[in-house]
Nanobody, 118 residues
Framework: QVQLVESGGGLVQPGGSLRLSCAASGSSFSNVMGWYRQAPGSQRELVATITAGGSTNSADSVKGRFTISRDNAKNTVLLQMNSLKPEDTAVYYC?????????????WGQGTQVTVSS
């Protein structure tokens, strides 16, 4: 069982920056961590993911503005968000998929609100 604890959301003006952090408990030798987001009235969508080896995948809408990174020793994933836009407003969820466990379970954080508004 993996638990995810997120931090770093908040209110920021357009063009500003925020950094989200997510710490995972437990251990897994093969996993992917990342972030999804869900705006009101919309489905949850991919923001960015990163493997333990450092391979990344991100949505076109955030490329060039958001950077995902991880610290494997601390089981932590970070999302640096720059040049934020009002359309980035959403609840951001930490994501963890464990490929070292049968069934490849997926875990989600509780969500952290990001609001981009002047």
């Amino acid at each position: 069982q993996v638990q995810l604890v997120e931090s770093g959301g908040g209110l920021v003006q357009p063009g500003g920056s925020l950094r989200l952090s997510c710490a995972a408990s437990g251990s897994s030798f093969s996993n992917v961590m990342g972030w999804y987001r869900q705006a009101p009235g919309s489905q949850r969508e991919l923001v960015a993911t990163i493997t333990a080896g450092g391979s990344t995948n991100s949505a076109d809408s955030v490329k060039g503005r958001f950077t995902i990174s991880r610290d494997n020793a601390k089981n932590t994933v970070l999302l640096q968000m720059n040049s934020l836009k009002p359309e980035d407003t959403a609840v951001y969820y930490c994501y963890f998929r464990d490929y070292s466990t049968v069934g490849w379970p997926t875990y989600w954080g509780q969500g952290t609100q990001v609001t981009v508004s002047s």
